[in-house]
């Protein structure tokens, strides 16, 4: 008995009782290129505070190779599941297709056209210039599908121009012709004058840096999948709102070196993200062939 009560008091006295239990963790992941704490924890249904607390994390900043614990999330930790439900039933799969994209963007046609229906959060400013290959309209939806579910308020977000139905040239362009080239536009603190119908440029004051931000990397990450994306169009000086924004706030300066070409010049080597001139108000990206599709070039 004697011993017993002993035991207790030094238990007590190293604080061994006063902790509570540890987090059952659900699983361990790595931190990739623009991933946010809000998208991890909502991944596995959890509270942004319980995974900053598994992980003793004072903020949300995480970098790119980093290990995070993810805990098992119950009660008080658990995300609101409707949040997660939206955003997990708006992503739909990629088709990979052989045959509709003929030829080279430049130099094109489209075949069996994939057209973008209307949506939710977006204008389709030109009807007749909405149609590409089946895996770029799926990944544009899936783009703007998660943005949405990461930011509450978002303005209608402006879509330009796809290909037309059967491809091939069209005003205005020089590309958009093999339905792999799409113009969207941006997100802004407050909707300007004429947009959606209109792009808006892209200025300091207006840019919502976070959206738009989250909207670049929701496409950028693909970079590496089959029919990901393959280069995005996007003035300098935008380029550089965008990067001084992100280095802000922490995210990764290797992973902005190889996103953009800011800070070395517009015609530096390198970057997913390459300046073109007239693109201040919208990006331009371009998709990849399917694998294996011989008729895309
Ligand atoms: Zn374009």
């Keep these: 008995m004697r011993s017993a009560v002993l035991m207790f008091v030094a238990l007590a006295a190293t604080g ?6 540890r987090a059952e963790i ?23 505070a319980a995974v900053q607390r598994a992980n003793a994390l004072e903020g949300t900043l995480i970098l790119a190779g980093q290990r995070l614990a993810v805990p098992v999330c119950r009660g008080k930790d658990a995300a609101r599941k409707g949040v997660r439900r939206v955003a997990r039933a708006e992503r739909i799969e990629i088709p990979l297709v052989s045959g509709q994209s003929v030829g080279k963007p430049w130099s094109g046609k489209l075949r069996n056209a994939t057209r973008l ?21 799926a990944r544009v939806r899936n783009a703007i599908a998660t943005v949405r579910a990461d930011h509450a ?3 209608t977000l402006a879509i330009g121009d796809l290909s037309q139905k059967s491809g091939g040239a069209i005003s205005e362009h020089h590309s958009h012709q093999s339905g792999r080239d799409l113009d969207i536009g941006f997100y802004f603190k407050r909707k300007p004058a004429g947009y959606p119908a209109s792009f808006a440029a892209a200025t300091t004051r207006n840019l919502d840096r976070a959206a738009t931000w ?3 990397v929701a496409f950028a990450r693909t970079a590496d999948e089959a029919g990901g994306v393959q280069a995005i ?11 001084d924004w992100a280095l802000d706030r922490g995210v990764d300066e290797d ?6 070409q ?15 001139p007239h693109h201040d108000d919208h990006f331009h990206v371009r998709f990849k062939c399917p694998p294996r599709d011989k008729s895309c070039t």
Aim: glycine content about 12%; aromatic content about 10%.
């Design 214 to 216: 989250d909207l670049l």
């Design 255 to 260: 992973y902005l070196d190889r996103l953009f």
């Design 153 to 155: 308020g978002l303005h």
């Design 26 to 48: 659900q699983t361990h992941v790595k931190v990739k290129a623009g991933d946010t704490l809000t998208v991890i924890a909502r991944r596995y249904d959890c509270t942004v």
């Design 233 to 243: 169009f996007l003035d300098y000086d935008v380029q550089g709102m965008l990067y």
């Design 16 to 21: 061994v009782l006063a902790t509570p239990a």
């Design 262 to 276: 800011y800070p070395d010049g517009k015609g530096s080597g390198g970057g997913l993200v390459r300046h073109e």
């Design 117 to 137: 229906p209307e949506g939710r959060g977006y204008l389709i400013r030109r009807p007749l210039r909405a149609f590409g290959a089946a895996h770029v309209v």
